[in-house]
């Protein structure tokens, strides 16, 4: 059964960083597509960035520039890198991977940007 796990999230001022990670259960060395995904109190989940097998990555545009996403596939292992951070990235991450037609949800950690 594939599991996500993310961990890393907290409770951080404006201006400061946190770094997520999503663990797998299973290798990722051939998954195509993993990505970070947020969803904010009272609004749709929307993406945040996805990086593919090859390294390839893609962002929104509201992350670009002060998120990073990696992978470590020895690690089996996605990461977030997140700088700068604003009020508004106040929101549960999630960690999402595809295999074929099916979708794999973590189970979300949460990050809150309070001064």
């Known amino acids: 059964q594939v599991q996500l796990v993310e961990s890393g999230g907290g409770l951080v001022q404006p201006g400061g960083s946190l770094r997520l990670s999503c663990a797998a259960s299973?290798?990722?060395?051939?998954?195509?597509?993993m990505g970070w995904y947020r969803q904010a109190p009272g609004k749709q989940r929307e993406l945040v960035a996805t990086?593919?097998?090859?390294?390839?990555?893609n962002y929104a545009d509201s992350v670009k520039g002060r998120f990073t996403i990696s992978r470590d596939d020895a690690k089996n292992t996605v990461y977030l890198q997140m700088n700068s951070l604003k009020p508004e990235d106040t929101a549960v991450y999630y960690c999402?991977?595809?295999?074929?037609?099916?979708?794999?949800w973590g189970q979300g950690t949460q990050v809150t940007l309070s001064s």
């Open positions: 990086i593919g097998s090859g390294g390839n990555t």
């Open positions: 299973i290798s990722i060395f051939d998954i195509r597509n």
């Open positions: 999402r991977m595809t295999i074929g037609y099916a979708v794999y």
